[in-house]
């Protein structure tokens, strides 16, 4: 089925450790973009994409490294986990003035 | 105070009642969406909105851009419309346009 991926669906780290949360669409979309959700606060971008080999900051983007070498994957890093960082991740997809498509999330929890 | 506000934060229902869920904002759009998130869920897509009124089966959604408000209805409501309605809005020039900025959703419950 078209659409998001996103892996892992649930993840613990340790303080300090790294990781890269998999985004993946098949649907040709330009644009891609990482969300942290936390209680109280919404949603809220972190880095985004306009195509490969074009990355940009969002609101939060500290802590946090993205590339985008192909127009299907866009991962996301975390260079050194901090407790800071526990959210449920979601990224995202848009093709033009079409709605957008979004993963069904990374439940994350930093020790 | 936040750019995009949404009220009421918490409503509460009964299956087949009309419902409206209101988002104001305070910066230049190029467009607005609503957005529903199932508990534990993951989030889709409603409605994308720079004018005028759409309608998708039960949900109705309209935006007044001179206002810088939408709402979005929900008519003849069931215990599944129970969800988290989130209005995001997009900006209106340069990198602005790339960036959603959202409001902290409302908490809709339909009770049988």
Not at chain 2, 18 to 28: A, L
Not at chain 2, 33 to 40: E, I, K, N, S
Not at chain 2, 63 to 80: F, G, W
Request: charged share 15%; proline share 4%; aromatic share 8%.
């Amino acid at each position: 089925n078209a659409g998001v991926t996103q892996t892992p669906k649930f993840q613990v780290l340790k303080t300090g450790q790294s990781m890269t949360l998999q985004c993946a669409q098949d649907m040709n979309h330009e644009y891609m973009s990482w969300y942290r959700q936390d209680p109280g606060m919404g949603l809220r971008l972190i880095h985004y994409s306009v195509g490969a080999g074009i990355t940009d900051q969002g609101e939060v983007p500290n802590g946090y490294n993205v590339s985008r070498s192909t127009t299907e994957d866009f991962p996301l890093r975390l260079l050194s986990a901090a407790p800071s960082q526990t959210s449920v991740y979601f990224c995202a997809s848009r093709a033009g003035q079409i709605g957008y498509t979004f993963g069904s999330g990374t439940r994350l929890t930093v020790v | 105070k936040n750019e995009v506000e949404q009220s009421p934060q918490n409503l509460t229902a009964q299956e087949g009642e009309f419902i409206t869920i209101n988002c104001s904002y305070s910066v230049g759009i190029s467009a607005l969406h609503w957005l529903q998130q199932h508990p534990g869920g993951g989030i889709v897509s409603l409605f994308m909105l720079s004018s005028g009124k759409k309608k998708h089966g039960r949900l109705i959604a309209t935006i007044n851009i001179q206002e810088k408000h939408s709402s979005l209805h929900i008519t003849a409501s069931h215990p599944r419309d129970s969800a988290v309605y989130i209005c995001a809005v997009r900006g209106l020039y340069g990198g602005a346009t790339n960036k959603l900025i959202f409001g902290t959703g409302t908490l809709l419950a339909v009770q049988p």
